[in-house]
């Protein structure tokens, strides 16, 4: 496979803090067994989906370029993927989510590059690039459907988190992580004892997955991330299309999991109209979902999402978008009424009896801009401490600050270099040496400098000359409050230091004898020349030396069976059934994957 990288316009779009998050694929660490499951899942997906998937579903793959038979390479997804206006990156399993969502907004699907183990493969709690490759990436062959996907991100970029909402998000990163990594040794399947080693393994498991639990049990009040997000598990990972009596398939956790995309069929799961309610309506990553929602179309999609985004902080400012930022403890933005951002870690308001904010505080480095813009001279070091400034009308004067022309301003004695004392409606007063101001494109006031500056509240002194000069922000009320930086280049970038890293396990001899009986397997079905004696040496030496593994076998059987006709040797069709018999054994004494075995031989004889 070719490693030449093709580029794709979007990514050299994408900003440095979202750049952070990407890496290489590393096509190369893709094992022969890797890619056994990825050709099993997509060979067994793409014959029940054909049945049960949004119609997209199929045109999509072939569209976006995903093969059947060999896990995708980000290079081609992109080279592909560009034609319909979208692109790739691989990242190490989970990102944050206001990072993840950003990433839509940009129109880039995110693909966690790592792919689950032959032990998972029916479903596992970590991303992997079955999930987001072959899940994700069909779908959005459907205009309709990549819009939502691409607005979703623009929105949920904007949703303010909370404290509890990183704890989760490291708390189920740790876990999916854990339960994909393989064990010290197998697993005893009987009453077998454990090792110390295998005990110890699984007892880690069992304090991530309680951390979860409590976690998820905590009584917070759910922020718009956590709201937004689970908007996005049941429309974009496990959403139905159609009607609840006829459901399809087009969330990707279903389209990529052999397992649930035909459990989610039954009657054992619950199927409900999609509604805006579905906010409310918690979910556990790691098991199988008990009730699922319908959604008409994809246009209804959008409804829903428009009526969650019209009770957001970024629509709808005011004191709880301010206060929503302070318990965040983030770096977030207010866009004031003449358009001025503030952009920072804001700890401190205060509000008059109508609870319109007065006064507002940021500490720390600060910026601030305009149009998303930074503005010149106010970026973060001139505000490295911090950003402080009253709010409202001045106290007997009708004309707002903003809306004064220069007539206006000589009038009520605002003149540069000149000292002035004013009183805002609140009873914040402000004392100083008028420098200067800076006008909006609409040629209102948003910023007035002052030297010399002392501003009380009360019996509170808010700002003193000693902090050096007072920058005051002009505008009657807050429009808008949201997630991150208006500039994101205002802010140096800081690296993110992900907590836990997908684990990779130490190959032993034996597993590295099994690999290239994978390998000669794969190339002998990818050349078309097979040789049976070959073949039945290695199907010896499998079963014998590995006699848990059931999906070399199935592989053999595959190729022996296609040749297994009327003009088949002898040997040929004796060699056939002894496979068949070892996969019937197989069932029998591990029938925790006797379906699987019986799911492929299905597929092989269709």
Request: negative net charge; charged residues 25%.
């Amino acid at each position: 496979m070719s490693t030449t990288i093709e580029t794709n316009p979007l990514l050299d779009r994408l900003p440095p803090h979202l750049k952070q998050y990407i890496k290489p694929q590393n096509y190369e660490e893709y094992t022969p067994i890797n890619q056994a499951v990825w050709r099993y899942v997509m060979r067994k997906n793409v014959d029940y989906l054909a049945k049960v998937a949004h119609e997209s579903y199929l045109d999509g793959l072939r569209q976006t370029g995903i093969s059947i038979d060999q896990i995708p390479s980000m290079y081609g997804m992109n080279r592909i993927l560009k034609e319909i206006g979208w692109a790739a990156v691989a990242v190490d399993g989970f990102i944050p989510p206001n990072a993840f969502m950003e990433f839509q907004a940009y129109k880039v699907l995110v693909i966690a590059s790592d792919i689950r183990q032959l032990e998972n493969i029916e479903y596992t709690p970590a991303p992997d690039i079955i999930h987001e490759g072959a899940g994700h990436a069909p779908i959005i062959a459907s205009p309709d459907y990549a819009e939502y996907l691409r607005r979703f991100g623009e929105i949920g970029a904007k949703a303010i988190s909370s404290a509890h909402d990183m704890d989760m998000y490291e708390a189920v990163r740790k876990l999916s992580i854990l339960k994909e990594s393989p064990p010290p040794s197998p697993l005893p399947k009987g009453e077998e004892t454990l090792t110390p080693a295998q005990e110890e393994y699984l007892d880690t498991i069992r304090k991530a997955e309680k951390h979860v639990e409590e976690l998820q049990h905590k009584k917070v009040e759910p922020s718009e991330i956590a709201l937004i997000r689970n908007l996005h598990w049941w429309t974009v990972e496990y959403g139905l299309i159609g009607t609840v009596e006829d459901p399809k398939i087009y969330g990707a956790g279903l389209l990529s999991s052999i397992g649930e995309s035909a459990w989610c069929m039954t009657d054992k799961v619950v199927k409900l109209p999609y509604s805006i309610e579905a906010i409310y309506k918690e979910f556990d990553i790691t098991k199988p979902q008990p009730q699922l929602y319908v959604t008409p179309d994809f246009a209804y999609l959008m409804k829903v999402l428009e009526e969650f985004a019209s009770t957001m902080a970024v629509r709808k400012g005011g004191w709880r978008g301010l206060k929503k930022l302070i318990e965040s403890k983030q770096i977030g933005t207010i866009e004031l009424s003449t358009g001025l951002q503030v952009s920072g870690v804001f700890t401190r308001m205060i509000q008059n009896e109508d609870n319109d904010v007065i006064y507002f505080e940021t500490e720390g480095p600060t910026a601030l801009a305009y149009r998303e813009k930074e503005l010149i001279g106010h970026g973060t070091a001139r505000h490295l401490n911090g950003f402080r400034s009253p709010l409202g009308k001045l106290k007997g004067i009708n004309l707002s600050i903003e809306n004064m022309g220069p007539r206006d301003l000589q009038a009520y004695n605002f003149y540069d270099g000149k000292p002035i004392s004013f009183e805002f409606e609140s009873g914040i007063t402000v004392n100083g040496l008028n420098v200067t101001g800076m006008r909006n494109l609409n040629g209102k006031l948003m910023l007035i400098q002052f030297t010399d500056c002392t501003v009380c509240y009360k019996d509170e002194i808010l700002f003193s000359p000693d902090m050096g000069d007072f920058d005051m922000a002009l505008g009657q009320e807050i429009l808008s409050a949201f997630a991150g930086a208006a500039d994101y280049l205002s802010f140096k970038l800081e690296e993110h230091v992900i907590s836990t890293t997908t684990i990779k396990s130490d190959i032993s001899e034996q597993e590295e004898q099994l690999l290239a009986l994978y390998q000669e397997v794969r190339n002998s079905r990818e050349s078309g020349s097979i040789s049976k004696e070959r073949l039945s040496h290695i199907f010896k030496d499998v079963s014998t030396h590995h006699p848990t593994d059931w999906l070399l076998s199935l592989e053999i059987y595959e190729l022996v069976y296609e040749d297994n006709s009327a003009t088949s040797t002898a040997l040929s069709t004796g060699f056939a059934k002894a496979v068949l018999e070892h996969l019937i054994t197989l069932k029998e004494t591990r029938p925790e994957i006797a379906h699987l075995i019986e799911n492929g031989i299905e597929l092989i004889k269709n």
